[in-house]
């Protein structure tokens, strides 16, 4: 009977040894998994990348579709999830053949018009005072399939004033396009004024180009770095144009950067006109006196601008996409090439006011955990 007993307890003990040795096994591959990242998360932090100026992104059919500066091509990234864009699929989908536009390419931009994909970017031929738009377009379901074309540049006035970092959209049957441009060729100081004009089709101007916002207040005016650094003259800036809307789009609203995006002080100003107005008079419109996004020193983040907004992929939450720096101001000559650039792209959620206007909030730091968009799988 002992013996019996003892067989027993040693079978049992064995069991348990393996159980044991499983449990464990187990728990080792659980903690290797989150060490690798590979356990699904809910949580994000910025930056979505490490580096990256001029962030864009569309939602088409469940992907994002996202896209920046790359200097002498344009490339696009393809993902279900728009907080791990370090892990998502990208390709070049243009590398350009002529002189005129095969440098300095900034800000790309992807946008779905007639069923076709239209991407507008600025580019010059190695000097960037010569900056103009340009076109190309995709008529595949998927932007990632099929081949990008040229179109050719859109010439946005008479005199073939430098112009850059172009957006458009569609509002009351009309489609427009935004910019930033000179009024004047540069002289002795360099001024960067916001643009509109109405289109005849996705590559051609239907209006004159009509200035609605020059640089005038202090905070679109800043080009010295606190440290007295600055660029060799004088430049005031207006640009990156974005369109978005109010709660119940009853106002139309034009987001852009303002002051030097190589100081700290880059942030963000807004234009609004009423969505019954105008678009094309410059008194439709009013600026705010103020930015509504600005650097956050407590949180390491500095030069903030471009704004781009997305919804969600469950469309109940809209999100902003934006550039910042982690240090107050660009390493000493990397401008205008970009060679040294610290931007990256920074990604939080948005939220509305009691007016209906978006609120932006404060930039967060890149060690704070964000929720991810509802939705996200």
């Given amino acids: 009977m002992h013996i019996i007993i003892m067989n ?50 569309t939602y088409h059919n469940g992907n994002y579709y996202y896209l920046q500066d790359s200097d002498d ?4 990234w393809q993902t279900q999830d728009i907080t791990d ?16 536009n095969s440098f ?53 006035d008479k005199d073939n004033n430098w112009a850059i970092l172009p957006s458009v959209f ?15 060729r540069r002289i002795e100081a360099e001024t960067q004024c916001i643009y509109i004009a109405r289109m005849e089709n996705p590559w051609t101007l239907a209006s004159d180009r009509i200035l609605i916002s020059k640089p005038e207040y202090e905070w679109e005016r800043q080009w010295i770095n606190p440290d007295g650094s600055k660029t060799g003259y004088p430049i005031y800036v207006n640009e990156d144009p974005h369109y978005f809307h109010t709660k119940n789009k009853d106002k139309v609203l034009i987001y852009y950067s303002a002051s030097g995006t190589w100081t700290p002080y880059y942030s963000v100003g807004m234009l609004y006109a009423d969505a019954n107005s105008d678009l094309l008079n410059p008194l439709s419109w009013t600026k ?10 407590e949180n390491q ?9 997305v919804p969600s992929p469950d469309q109940q939450e809209i999100y902003f996409l934006y550039q910042a720096r982690a240090i107050d101001k660009e390493p000493y000559g990397s401008l205008p090439s970009g060679d040294m650039d610290t931007r990256s792209p920074r990604l939080q959620k948005m939220e ?26």
């Fill in 301 to 309: 983040v500095f030069g903030t601008g471009s704004p781009c907004f």
């Fill in 73 to 76: 091509k344009i490339i696009l």
């Fill in 8 to 57: 027993l307890i040693l079978k049992l003990s064995a069991i348990l040894l393996v159980l044991l040795s499983l449990i464990s096994s187990c728990k080792k591959k659980e903690a290797s998994t989150e060490q690798s990242g590979d356990t699904p998360t809910e949580t994000y932090t910025n930056p979505l990348l490490q580096t990256g100026a001029r962030p864009w992104a």
């Fill in 170 to 184: 569609s509002h009351n049957g009309g489609l427009y396009m935004i910019w930033s441009g000179w009024q004047k």
């Fill in 288 to 297: 705010s006196e103020k930015p509504v996004f600005v650097q956050n020193p």
């Fill in 352 to 377: 509305w006011g009691d007016d209906g206007f978006p609120v932006l909030g404060e930039a967060l730091s890149e060690i704070e955990k964000i929720k991810k968009p509802s939705g996200t799988k």
């Fill in 85 to 100: 864009l370090k892990n998502a699929p990208s390709k070049e989908v243009w590398i350009p053949k002529d002189k005129n």
């Fill in 104 to 156: 300095h390419i900034w800000g790309p931009e992807l946008h779905r018009i007639d069923n076709k994909w239209y991407i507008y970017f600025a580019a010059d031929d190695g000097n960037t005072d010569n900056h103009q738009i340009y076109v190309i377009e995709n008529t595949s379901e998927n932007p990632f399939d099929g081949e990008f074309i040229m179109k050719g540049r859109v010439k946005t």
